[in-house]
């Protein structure tokens, strides 16, 4: 749950090896001065085969400057993991 700032369009956030038990979800904010409201961010897990199939990864929240990242463990039992995400921001415009 701890937030991570990383100003940039594209990057890596590598999260801590807390324990997650099976079906908890823990939500971070991505501080990021790229971001606009109207903008797509993207993320998925990067890590290796260890976690292949445990994670889902959602963002929701896109505001100017900030998105929310949510982890989902739905591995079926507790994990220990340093995940490793990949995530880009995409501009984008409503119309």
Same mark, same amino acid.
């Given at each position: 749950?701890?937030?991570?700032?990383? *100003?940039k369009i594209s990057?890596?956030?590598?999260?801590?090896?807390?324990?997650?038990?099976?079906?908890?979800?823990?939500?971070?904010?991505?501080? *990021?001065?790229?971001?606009?409201?109207?903008?797509?961010? !993207?993320?998925? @897990?990067?890590?290796? @085969?260890?976690?292949?199939?445990?994670?889902?990864?959602?963002?929701?929240?896109?505001?100017?400057?900030?998105c929310s990242?949510?982890?989902? *463990?739905?591995?079926?039992?507790?994990?220990?993991?340093?995940?490793?995400?990949?995530?880009? @921001? !995409?501009?984008?415009?409503?119309?």
């Amino acid at each position: 749950g701890t937030a991570v700032t990383l *100003n940039k369009i594209s990057g890596e956030i590598v999260m801590d090896d807390a324990a997650l038990a099976d079906d908890a979800t823990a939500v971070f904010t991505l501080t *990021n001065s790229t971001i606009a409201a109207t903008d797509v961010v !993207i993320v998925n @897990v990067a890590s290796g @085969v260890a976690v292949a199939g445990s994670y889902q990864v959602t963002v929701g929240a896109v505001a100017a400057g900030s998105c929310s990242i949510s982890v989902l *463990n739905v591995s079926g039992g507790s994990r220990t993991d340093t995940i490793k995400l990949n995530f880009a @921001v !995409i501009t984008a415009v409503k119309t």
